[in-house]
């Protein structure tokens, strides 16, 4: 997603800047067992769309489905795509000659993962979750309806870009943002590329597949959950770059430490394990 989609004005970000750093998220937060979420804030929203997820090992199987992308790409780089593809189909067809032999060693592959599509869902017009954002980090209605507007923008901006890239009406889109925005503020970096993310795209969509839990979650809870990925990451980044063009060090260290917070409460993990290296997101 790119950044200047997210640029709405001086007086959206510092109304967020205002709600986020007056409610203590950066700095006192508690994890409620019996809620699922932190007791900020943030926890109000995650608590809202977030209990009826699947998410405990998420990163566990998103970190299994990397590796095994990696291991692909490196035969890919090796003996070339069509040798692999070709690999692949013999491996599905349960053909003997699937271990094809490049050079001294074989190429031993795995039949192409089944597409089951678990983060996929239909959209619901009654899901407001711009309403569930105001209301739990608004104190005023001038800060709801400020913070509504940032992610009404923000929600707007994704669903264009998604379409072009086949990411809508999918929890690793809504993922995938997320991830790459925590990681620009986490880290203080400029935005992955377009093929970084799309390939992190890949893996997070595989992953969800994997998670027999994800196949009996309801449309609504889906798109409740994908809708709070993307208001997360349209808050947080609308916050950093109104620190960023304002100089301010001590903002930008809140919203990093905002950024960890959110890392640990949906992906279950240290945001330390996420970073970016030859043009790839990796989880370490």
Request: proline share 3%; net charge neutral.
């Amino acid at each position: 997603m790119s950044r200047k989609n997210h640029k709405y004005g001086t007086a959206l970000t510092f109304a967020f800047a205002f709600a986020v750093l007056t409610t203590g998220v950066a700095s006192a937060q508690t994890w409620n067992s019996s809620s699922g979420g932190y007791n900020t804030g943030y926890g109000t929203v995650y608590g809202t769309f977030g209990q009826a997820m699947a998410t405990q090992n998420i990163y566990n199987t998103m970190q299994m489905q990397m590796q095994k992308t990696m291991m692909r790409n490196a035969m890919i780089k090796k003996w070339g795509l069509a040798a692999v593809e070709k690999a692949e189909r013999e491996a599905a067809s349960g053909s003997s000659s699937s271990r094809a032999k490049a050079s001294d060693s074989p190429m031993v592959v795995s039949p192409p993962p089944v597409v089951r599509n678990h983060g996929v869902f239909r959209p619901d017009a009654t899901v407001d979750t711009g309403k569930a954002f105001a209301d739990a980090l608004g104190d005023t209605p001038e800060e709801k309806s400020l913070i509504k507007q940032i992610y009404t923008a923000t929600k707007a901006a994704y669903e264009k870009e998604a379409a072009t890239k086949g990411w809508q009406n999918n929890i690793a889109g809504g993922l995938t943002l997320f991830t790459v925005t925590a990681l620009v503020v986490y880290r203080d970096i400029e935005e992955p590329s377009a093929e970084a993310a799309n390939d992190y795209f890949k893996v997070v969509n595989a992953a969800l597949d994997e998670i027999p839990e994800f196949a009996t979650v309801t449309n609504k809870d889906k798109q409740g959950f994908n809708n709070m990925l993307i208001g997360f990451s349209g808050l947080l980044l609308a916050g950093y770059l109104e620190s960023k063009q304002n100089s301010d060090a001590a903002a930008l260290a809140s919203y990093k430490k905002l950024a960890g917070m959110l890392v640990e409460m949906v992906l279950k993990t240290d945001p330390e394990k996420f970073r970016v290296e030859d043009n790839q997101i990796l989880l370490k």
